[in-house]
């Protein structure tokens, strides 16, 4: 057998580039995740040491505990705001996101199952067209008559209004990617049912959205993400610390405090606030990934 040639200089020169530009680029990723782990498990001490310690000498678990419980030991600390409401804002939250999720599928699945079947490609393309160009639009043109509205109609600090809010925002994106889910489904198999008597409403739920289910789950996990780490909207709706989001309760961690900030409460808070989106992400992954988009859809 043939020997390969050995590489030369200039091709082992491309991959140490390639090499060192993936490394900045990973150290770059994972820099502030690492940093947020480490320094949530770290005393005050050493978060405050110079050169700062990326490995605790005495690590501790006292800051997650004491988010978990809402019972600091420093009084001074109990008092803050963010740590007060922390675990209220953590349920208003997931309350937020399964509200958005349930409003925004309810009404995304039926007008993108229409789009995709129901309407000629050119109406297609120009309510596409038109729900990107509305979502396009920047934020703070649109919240200033999104508040009076709020207000005229008393619900601000409520949970109603940061749903149907949310939803409404997100719904432009939810029926995009639906609609391109749904267009990989074969007509063939919803002609089938059509023909078996099935109504277009009976084709959508038990056949369309179960051969479109990664489809659905990342639409899910996009809507999650995109409501779960939304600050804007929490803290424009919202003024009372008890109906806030977890967002805009980490943000009030240091409020009060013109020195020693706790920063390990405060990265503690954070990494709380990045495990859930990460972990449904870790759950989804397996659904979207893997399987293929249509498997099993003829067995």
Same mark, same amino acid.
């Given at each position: 057998?043939?020997?390969? /040639?050995a590489?030369?200089g200039?091709?082992w020169?491309r991959?140490?580039?390639l090499?060192?530009a993936?490394?900045l ?6 820099? $502030?995740?690492?940093?947020?782990l &480490? %320094?949530?498990?770290s005393? @005050?001490?050493?978060?405050l040491? !110079?050169? $700062?310690?990326?490995?605790?000498g005495?690590?501790t ?5 004491s988010? +978990?419980?809402? %019972?600091p030991r ?6 803050l705001?963010g +740590?007060?409401y922390? !675990? ?10 399964a509200?958005v999720?349930?409003l925004?599928?309810?009404?995304? #699945? ?7 079947r ?6 297609r393309?120009?309510v596409?067209a038109?729900?990107?160009?509305? !979502?396009m639009l /920047?934020l703070t043109?649109?919240?200033? $008559?999104i508040? &009076?509205?709020?207000q005229a109609?008393?619900?601000l ?6 749903v +149907? +809010?949310y939803?409404?925002l997100?719904?432009?994106f ?5 609609v ?5 489904v074969p @007509?063939?198999?919803?002609? =089938? =049912?059509r023909?078996?008597?099935?109504s277009? %409403?009976?084709?959508?739920?038990r056949i369309?959205l $179960?051969?479109?289910? /990664?489809?659905l789950?990342?639409?899910v996990?996009?809507l999650?993400?995109?409501t779960?780490?939304?600050l804007f ?6 003024t009372?610390?008890a109906k806030?989001p *977890? ?10 405090l =013109?020195?020693d ?6 990265? =503690? #808070?954070?990494l ?9 992400g *870790?759950?989804?992954?397996r659904?979207?990934?893997?399987g293929g ?5 003829f !067995?």
């Open positions: 057998m043939a020997r390969r /040639p590489a030369s200039g091709a020169l991959r140490g580039a090499a060192g993936t490394g680029l990973v150290a770059w990723l994972a820099g $502030p995740p690492l940093w947020l &480490v %320094s949530s498990v005393p @005050e001490g050493e978060l040491a !110079r050169p $700062p310690h990326w490995i605790p005495r690590p678990v006292e800051n997650l505990a988010l +978990v419980s809402g %019972s420093e009084r001074r600390i109990a008092e705001t +740590v007060k922390f !675990r209220q804002g953590l349920l208003t939250s997931g309350v937020i996101c509200g999720i349930v925004s599928i309810g009404a995304a #699945a039926p007008m993108a199952y229409s789009l995709a129901l309407v000629s490609r050119r109406v393309t120009w596409l038109s729900l990107l160009a509305f !979502r /920047p043109t649109v919240i200033i $008559p508040y &009076v509205v709020a109609v008393g619900a600090n409520t949970l109603t209004a940061l +149907v +809010v939803a409404g997100l719904l432009p939810a029926v995009w990617l639906l391109t889910y749904f267009q990989t @007509e063939e198999v919803e002609e =089938a =049912a023909i078996d008597g099935c277009w %409403s009976q084709v959508l739920l369309t $179960p051969l479109a289910r /990664p489809g789950f990342a639409t996990a996009f999650f993400i995109s779960w780490t939304d909207i929490g803290l424009v709706l919202t009372e610390p806030q *977890l967002s805009v309760v980490v943000s009030l961690f240091a409020s009060g =013109a020195t900030t706790p920063w390990g409460l405060v990265n =503690a #808070a954070g709380i606030a990045t495990a859930v989106p990460l972990a449904l *870790l759950v989804f992954r659904y979207i990934l893997t988009l249509l498997g099993g859809a !067995r």
